[in-house]
């Protein structure tokens, strides 16, 4: 008869499977974690990094029809707000592609169109939601304005306010204790309206002027900095983001709070990951995209036809069929679950939920419910996901995203999936998620990257 030990499964931490090499380079993989975290606060900022990673790899841009062989590094910039990078293999293509998918977006609050506005002494600028976010957790805490302007002649303005120390910020008011008795008595949903998400901008009005004279003061400064006017700002894209930098989080610094691990802290194993795989037989490819937040729609997210063009591109270039190429591949959708809380507790599935400190987490299945809107990954993909991570000594665990009939949610995978690629979800835990400044902890952000390693290597 076998031992106990070998007849029960046992979640186990990172701290106690790994040991004190594996931790403390966790906690030095961290440092680059954060400073990319804090450079990346939009999707195009993301794109921006990736790039300038990719560029110091050896990685060069690549465009459709290019002549590709084994060794080669490119990638593809798609307008500048998603990035996908692959390295050819020595193998055949045929035999498929290692590909690990993440995404670029997160949560945050958008500016309308035509968003500047004066009342009561104060200049405002509308905004409209991005994904799924609780609404009071914006309100009374700084925040930066980050995004691109179009000009009329073409120029594209960079805008960056509220980083820089010697930056402004921008705030959303909050009602004060003593005048809440009716808004307490409501619920959360009701509470808090998104067109009352209104950025405080400005209250010094300009002199000699009689009417919208603070919003007036708004607009100069937007002038005098960027150049712009009011009506560039039809053509923009400008995002209303935490103003808080990334910082290490308890006394013994094992977590990171930050905006945005959602899903940058699949992303950037994912891309650093395949930056080292260099030696890889496989054709290895980091897809990183936008729009995962508002369902991937659109040519920047996971449901454009891109990712079916390129793995055609490549095929072709290298002498490959392309139903084989995809059947054969296998992708890992580098998403975000949530770590369990136990301030918390009721909404989750303790022995079924990712926990901090324990490793990558695998969710075979996403979706909500009776597994509305999943591809939930096949028992053979996850038995060959489970020994490449266990030949490479990586700490995994499994999870699902709380309890069966509480909620939900979605990820890329199944879009992939969809496209006969083996996909699963592998990603890290994160408490406080789609809120304006999250929590991961290091050494799980760090069985990521070892995971995503392993995967592009394994035989």
Known sequence: MSEKKELIY?????????????????????????????????????????VRMAEEAGFLPYHFGDALKAGDK???NNRGKGIYLFRVGSESINNGIRITAAHLDSPRLDLKQVPVYEESGMCYLKTHYYGGIR????????????????????????????????????????????????????????????EKLNILVGSRPVDGEEKDAVKMGVLNYLYENYGIVEE????????????????????????????????????????????????????????????EETGSDGVSGMQSRLILDLIGEITKALGGNEPTVRANSKCLSSDVTATFDPAFADVYEHRNSSLIGCGVSMCKFTGSRGKGGTSDASAELVGWVRRCLNEAGVVWQTCELGKTDVGGGGTVAKFLANHNIDTVDLGVGVLSMHAPYELIAKVDLYEAYRAFYAFYLFE
């Open 10 to 50: 046992e979640k186990k931490t990172v701290y106690e499977k790994a040991g004190a090499d594996v931790v403390n380079a966790a906690y030095d993989y961290a440092k680059g974690y954060t400073r990319f975290l804090d450079a990346a606060k939009t999707e195009r900022e993301a794109v921006t990094e990736c």
């Open 74 to 76: 490119r990638y593809y």
């Open 135 to 194: 609404k009071y957790q914006w309100l009374a805490t700084p925040l930066a304005l980050h995004g691109v302007v179009v000009k009329q002649n073409g120029e594209v303005v960079t805008v960056v306010i509220g980083e820089k120390d010697s930056d402004p910020v921008m705030y959303i008011t909050d009602l004060l204790p003593h005048l809440a008795a009716a808004e307490n008595e409501k619920p959360v949903s009701k509470a808090f309206q998104a």
């Open 232 to 291: 560039d700002l039809l053509s923009a894209e400008l995002s209303i983001v935490p103003a808080a930098k990334a910082r290490d989080v308890g006394l013994d610094r094992s977590m990171i709070g930050g905006y945005g691990h959602d899903d940058r802290c699949c992303a950037y194993p994912s891309i650093t990951a395949l930056i080292n795989a260099d030696d890889s037989v496989h054709t290895t490819m980091c897809i990183l995209v936008d729009k």
